[in-house]
């Protein structure tokens, strides 16, 4: 378990806790506040990040997803606070969108070195009670505030999550230096566009997506904004449409 996780401290009261022995190289951030700390995102669910996060804090956790997908929700059974955003509530309740047996397939896609005591047949998507929150909520940490931003497009009920002190947004997979997906029916590329429009409007010191590098500066939005315009103008904008590249990520519709 000590393996399949690296941790790194991005300041004093914030760490990044990755996953980059799996092909999805998923980041999930602890931020600490004085009262409470906030997990954005579970992970993968192979190893249980609940031991990394009681070796970093004894503040009482509360986990957040930006939104539901396998990839995001692995250890969300390890918590008692869980919040989930309306929309996808229901994903938490025996509406998973994607049978086990299809989550398993993509769990085991090349590359990845699973740590030794991981059993497949032990796997599940986890389902249980969750708080909701929704778009402008403010998550008080005690002297660390995180707004709430819904950013559909990627899922219905994805979200941002602004540290409203530091100026750093965390972005989920709406945006980051990889393949952008919104090819599934769970997917809207029209709401996806407007979400990373928004995004433009916030002065921001830095963004962290859940996937891959971190080392991304916040110009990324823009370039990714300018991608999903110019598709729209060309009529493109649908699903179905394919795959285009572009210098650090490619849009699937």
């Known amino acids: 378990m000590k393996d399949w996780f690296q941790v790194e401290m991005l300041d004093d009261t914030t760490y990044v806790i990755s996953e980059h022995k799996h092909y999805e190289k998923t980041n999930c951030y602890l931020l600490l506040g004085k ?37 995001h929700i692995g250890s969300h059974g390890s918590y008692t606070d869980v919040l989930v955003h309306e929309r996808e509530y229901s994903w938490l309740n025996g509406k998973f969108p994607l049978p086990l047996g299809v989550v398993k397939q993509q769990l085991m896609k090349e590359p990845c070195s699973f740590p030794g005591d991981f059993h497949m047949n032990a796997y599940t998507v986890w389902q249980g009670h969750a708080g909701i929150v929704g778009d402008g909520d403010i998550l008080n940490l005690g002297g660390r505030h995180i707004r709430v931003l819904h950013t559909p497009g990627h899922s219905p009920g994805h979200m941002c999550f602004f540290d409203l002190e530091r100026e750093w947004l965390y972005c989920g997979d709406l945006i980051y230096k990889g393949v952008l997906y919104c090819d599934y029916p769970s997917t809207d590329p029209q709401a996806y566009l407007l979400s990373v429009q928004r995004l433009q409007t916030l002065a921001l010191q830095r963004l962290l997506p859940a996937h891959y590098t971190i080392e991304v500066g916040p110009s990324l939005i823009q370039e990714t904004a300018q991608a999903w315009e110019e598709l729209q103008e060309k009529g493109l904008l649908q699903h179905g449409s394919g795959e285009f590249r572009y210098e650090n990520f490619s849009i699937r519709l």
Do not use: E, Y
Not at 41 to 67: E, F, M
């Open 35 to 71: 009262q409470r700390a906030l997990l954005i995102d579970s992970g993968l669910g192979v190893a249980d990040i609940r031991k990394i996060t009681d070796q970093l804090t004894a503040l009482p956790v509360t986990v957040i997803a930006t939104h539901v997908h396998w990839d």
